[in-house]
């Protein structure tokens, strides 16, 4: 029965092909829309949260507080109200499982006939434990390092590449402004950060080396910020709050006195993001999905005429003994074809532009089953919906009326 009515529905197409084409395009249009859009949002999803994960987990960044100066209020960082001291305290309050104090800066770097300016982080070993990075060559510095403000050096893959090129920098030296330092390791690849920074392009010193040997600084032991990773994401306000109170008192600050130093939360910051990559891309998907109500109300003007131009052989089915829901089920079949056939197409239209432009436009993109399979299923709910009222309207036809109708 149901074969049977499908091969009307299929000979209903074909009798007017043009019709049926443009009735589908509607659909084609639509499903390939919402396809490549949540393709571009899924994958603006996946680049933040690659960001997130290479930046590391449940972090905190303590910056040295600003200072006023004849007038005039510097930036954030550009007093050091913050000491390594500070990063131990820090280190044994609970819920803390790593502390990492920095002291970054820029230089000039030469290897043989190459040279190339990047930042220069002055910090400890648990620097890596806290960004969670690792090492793809050699082995890191250690504490013995830091004490004795030794000149070694761990580099970045873009500091790599520019200096050394294909050539293995572990175990070679390098001059960091003017100064011989020992490459013991190569730091993994970790891209972009969030705000676009290449975080590759970084070389990691000893904090007491970078104070006392490449940058110097007015008062020893004393640094920009301050990482700090909390033992997990519920920790992160308790943490906080013990972070700031430990400070005050290490400061000697007055109970109404500004703070010398921001505690910023990174993974607030990080998640911030990731929500509003996803809510971009649920509003993306939803205006999209307006072209598919505009291909559904195609497809119901298309079927009424359909019904208007064979109300007399729908007075001779009903005639010769077919039933209503036979009518209607005849319709309504004749409608999802032509929504589900438009969808196949769209889905075809919606990857081939999503993979075009992850070519041409260098543009993340990620296509998931889900998106296919939810772009079918409302394809299917937009033929039964707008398909519905117009089979309805056959099924409800009188016979004698619709053997009458000219």
């Known amino acids: 029965m149901i074969g049977a009515m499908l091969g009307e529905a299929w000979l209903a197409m074909g009798t007017n092909r043009l019709r049926t ?3 589908m395009l509607g659909m084609m249009i639509g499903v390939g829309a919402v396809i490549l859009i949540l393709a571009i949002g899924k994958g603006a999803q996946f680049m933040v949260d690659q960001s997130i994960a290479a930046m590391g987990s449940n972090l905190f960044i303590v910056m040295s507080g600003s200072t006023t100066s004849g007038g005039l209020r510097m930036g954030l960082g550009a007093t050091p109200t913050l000491t390594i001291a500070d990063g131990q305290a820090i280190s044994e309050l609970p819920g803390i499982v790593a502390v990492a104090p920095n002291a970054p800066g820029t230089a000039q770097l030469v290897y043989g006939p190459n040279n190339w300016s990047t930042q220069v982080m002055g910090t400890t070993p648990s620097f890596l434990e806290v960004r969670d990075w690792q090492l793809s060559a050699g082995y890191p510095f250690s504490d013995s390092d830091v004490r004795s403000a030794t000149r070694v050096a761990l580099l970045g893959q873009t500091v790599v590449k520019n200096l050394f090129g294909d050539e293995d920098p572990v175990g070679k030296t390098i001059r960091i402004k003017n100064n011989p330092y020992h490459v013991v390791g190569v730091l993994a690849p970790k891209g972009q950060s969030l705000d676009g920074r290449d975080q590759d392009d970084t070389v990691v010193v000893p904090v007491t080396t970078a104070q006392r040997k490449l940058f110097g600084t007015q008062f020893q032991g ?9 033992s997990s994401p519920q920790a992160m306000p308790a943490a906080e709050r013990s972070i700031t109170e430990l400070l005050r008192q290490r400061h000697r600050l007055q109970e109404k006195a500004e703070s010398d130093f921001m505690v910023r939360n990174l993974t607030a910051l990080a998640n911030t993001a990731a929500e509003t990559a996803r809510v971009m891309s649920f509003m993306l998907g939803a205006i999209a999905s307006i072209s598919l109500l505009v291909g559904g109300i195609g497809i119901m003007n298309i079927m009424l005429v359909s019904v208007t131009e064979r109300t007399r052989e729908i007075g001779i089915r009903l005639a010769i003994g077919a039933r209503q829901r036979d009518i209607l089920l005849q319709f309504l079949l004749e409608s999802i074809m032509i929504s589900i056939a438009g969808c196949v ?42 398909g519905f009222y117009p089979a309805r309207k056959a099924a409800r036809m009188e016979p004698i009326e619709a053997l009458r109708y000219q």
């Open 345 to 386: 197409v769209g889905v075809a239209l919606g990857i081939g532009g999503a993979l075009l432009m992850n070519r041409l436009a260098d543009t993340a993109v990620l296509i998931t089953l889900s998106s296919v399979l939810l772009a079918f299923m409302v394809a299917t709910a937009v033929g039964v919906f707008f």
């Open 222 to 230: 004393t640094v920009r910020l301050i990482m700090v990773q909390a």
């Open 21 to 23: 084409f443009l009735t």
